[in-house]
Each structure stands twice: as C-alpha cells, then as structure tokens.
C-alpha cells in the first residue's frame, strides 16, 4: 500500500518508515498538517497514518479536512492522546481506527491489515472463516447460513477476532476495541462474553492462548 505518513517526532517517524517499508509499503511522510492535506490524493494514498499533536493545525482538523474530500481514503490514528474523549471524537468524524502511543509495531501492522481486508472486500464486506461469515455492513454473523444471535458487545469481540483471523488478540486490546465503540467494561467483561459467545459459536471456533489472549484460527490453521 501506499501510506502517507503524518507524524511531527522525526525519530519516530524515521522508525516507522523504516518498519512499514520492510512490510513492504511505500511510504510518504510529512511533519505538518498543511502538507498532509495537501499531499492526500486518491490514485497516491492508500491509507493516511495520521498524529493528533502537529505543530501547524490539530490534527482533527486535518481528519475532517480529508473525509470531507476524500471519504474512502482510511485513516488510522496515531497519537499520545489517550483520553476517551479524543477516541470518540476522531471516530466519530471517520477515522477508521485509533491507537494510542506508546504502541507495538505489530499491532499497528495487524490493524493496518484489518483496514486492507476492509477494503478488498469491496461493497459485500463479508469475511469467511470455515463455516462462519461475518457481513461488517449488516453487523450480522452466519454460521452455515444460520444468523447467530449475539449481544452488541459478543458481536463486537466476535468481529475483532474474525477481522484479525490467525492473529492472537489480548484481552487489553479487545477491552480497548469496546472502550473505541463506546461500551462499558468492567474487570471480567471479556472473560463473560467470550463465554456466552462460545455457546453460540461453532465448537472451537473461539481458542483461548493461555495467558496471552484469545485467536480466531483460519481453517488452514487448525
């Protein structure tokens, strides 16, 4: 993919570069949110990696200003802002994701693939794994054809861990993906509705990694 990458700490935008080049992206950076915008064009950018804190303009400003013009190019925050407040507020103006600083660089690469799965999908946004498909559009999930009832906070641990099949989630990261969507969680909430989600899932689908987290496998996995 083609990033532009929009971070004002140069050591950390040069380690960036250098970590999303050996994934094998092609990557933009700028150190201001006038060049950003300026630097956003559809056929150049596939995906904006985007810090909050610039030095010219806030860099809600720059989101806003590049959903209003280019609404189908995703952009994944970055920054060391990690109050809920700003979560929301950047979600809710169309950032496709958001992950506070300090951050692993296997997350960042494990989310920026969650988005390019997004986008493959094209306007079905179904993903299948063995016999359970989730439809990202309709917030539905089938098993066999067969809709499974599950609570918004079950579906949304269900969906983080189909989006992310073959990739362990921690409990950290999916209790943040609740606290994203706006969802209460209390000290066991995960434990409960991977339980209950369980029940209603395919045996085994759901696999716990003792004390790293939980994974979705893809049938080639198992």
């Not at 660089?105 to 969650?114: D, H, K, P, S, T």
């Not at 029940?199 to 085994?204: C, I, V």
Request: hydrophobic residues 40%; aromatic residues 6%; neutral net charge.
């Amino acid at each position: 993919m083609k990033i532009l990458l929009v971070e004002d700490d140069t050591p950390l935008a040069q380690g960036l570069k250098q970590s999303l080049k050996r994934e094998k992206h092609v990557v933009d950076w700028v150190s201001s949110g006038n060049k950003a915008i300026a630097s956003v064009y559809p056929e150049e950018t596939d995906m904006v990696i985007l810090d909050l804190g610039l030095p010219d303009i806030d860099g809600i400003q720059v989101l806003k200003s590049i959903k209003s013009r280019y609404p189908q190019i995703p952009v994944l925050i970055l920054t060391a802002r990690g109050g809920i407040e700003s979560k929301v507020e950047g979600l809710d103006l169309g950032a496709d994701d958001y992950l506070p600083k300090p951050f692993n660089m296997e997350e960042l690469f494990a989310r920026m693939r969650v988005i390019e799965r997004r986008l493959g999908t094209g306007a079905t946004s179904v993903i299948e794994v063995g016999e359970v498909v989730l439809d990202t559009k309709a917030n539905l999930i089938f098993s066999n054809g067969t809709e499974i009832k599950l609570s918004s906070k079950e579906y949304m641990i269900a969906r983080t861990l189909i989006e992310n099949a073959g990739r362990i989630q921690s409990k950290a990261n999916l209790e943040s993906k609740l606290y994203e969507w706006g969802e209460e969680v209390s000290s066991n909430t995960i434990e409960v509705h991977v339980h209950n989600m369980r029940k209603k899932l395919p045996k085994g689908f759901v696999q716990t990694v003792r004390g790293v987290g939980y994974i979705v496998r893809k049938p080639e996995c198992r």
